[in-house]
């Protein structure tokens, strides 16, 4: 299939979002090789990040699909873009803690790398001006930010089931998952009609899981070191970033279960 990049839609921190010619339910995201932290207030790049990124993001995605873990990735296209379901993402960051680390270590002075009894989902506020505020299942509701109760447990439900499916995988990798971040969205109905979506699963339209899981957006400790491997390494000053994204991606390449999926994918990205 040959995509053809359309207008420009939407410029985020680590990605850009065009349209694509003739296809009006999809989107075409350009992965950059600009690097943020704290809410935009950190910046820097490396060359070779978006490839890194949307390497490891399409491994993740087609893995999650074939756990039978729907999301919008549809095909990927030269070095740095993936052409992926459009969506309507809610202001909405879904994250997952493992163990404490980061905001929430932060906010209660806990150690970080604090087990927890069992996973931790929790709601931000998607807007960097007031620095991504944690927003409880209530105040999502009442704000609009999803529509009912039903919503938020669907949320829930399939962000611990992208855990339980992500630990065993970063896990055969020698990655420990502390924590990520997932975003969702729906699909416009009236953008699927018609369109290579006929035979559309989500016809429910219910959330799709969307946006990137990657480096940039997972906390991954080393197993048997534990050194950071993650965008730790920039916001906390340690050195050494490039190196890790590279070794993490090679990890997940590598050490991937040898199913034809992902040897196909192997071959014809790295020959
Ligand atoms: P936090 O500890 O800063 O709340 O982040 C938890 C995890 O979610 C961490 O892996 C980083 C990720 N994350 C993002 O990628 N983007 C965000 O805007 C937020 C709030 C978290
Ligand atoms: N709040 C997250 C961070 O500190 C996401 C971001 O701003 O890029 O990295």
Redesign the pocket.
């Known amino acids: 299939m040959k995509w053809i990049k359309g207008d420009f839609l939407h410029k985020g921190k680590g990605k850009s979002i065009y349209a694509i010619q003739n296809h009006p339910a999809l989107v075409w995201m350009e992965f950059k090789d600009d690097l943020t932290a704290f809410?935009g207030k950190k910046t820097s790049s490396f060359k070779g990040k978006g490839a890194l990124n949307r390497d490891m993001s399409s491994l993740i995605f087609r893995f999650l699909k074939g756990e039978e873990i729907e999301n919008h990735w549809m095909a990927d296209v030269n070095n740095t873009g993936m052409v992926c379901r459009k969506l309507e993402i809610i202001p909405l960051?879904v994250?997952v803690?493992n163990r404490l680390?980061?905001?929430?270590a932060r906010k209660f002075q806990f150690s970080e790398g604090r087990p927890l009894p069992s996973p931790l989902v929790e709601f931000?506020y998607?807007q960097d001006e007031l620095g991504?505020p944690f927003v409880s299942s209530e105040q999502a509701l009442a704000f609009g930010f999803v529509s009912d109760g039903e919503e938020v447990e669907f949320l829930k439900t399939q962000a611990l089931r992208v855990n339980d499916k992500l630990k065993t995988f970063f896990d055969s990798a020698g990655l420990e998952l502390?924590?990520?971040?997932l975003e969702f969205g729906k699909e416009k109905p009236e953008e699927v009609d018609g369109s290579l979506h006929r035979e559309n699963l989500n016809s429910k339209n219910r959330f799709l899981l969307g946006d990137e899981i990657s480096c940039?957006?997972?906390?991954l400790w080393d197993k048997k070191t534990g050194d950071r491997m993650?965008?730790d390494r920039f916001r906390l000053n340690l050195g050494g970033i490039e190196e890790s994204y590279k070794k993490v991606h090679d990890l997940l390449y590598r050490s991937f279960p040898a199913v034809r999926f992902y040897e196909d994918k192997l071959r014809k990205d790295k020959v």
């Open positions: 809410n960051e994250v803690r680390a980061g905001s929430t931000y998607k991504d502390i924590d990520f971040k940039d957006s997972c906390r993650d965008k």
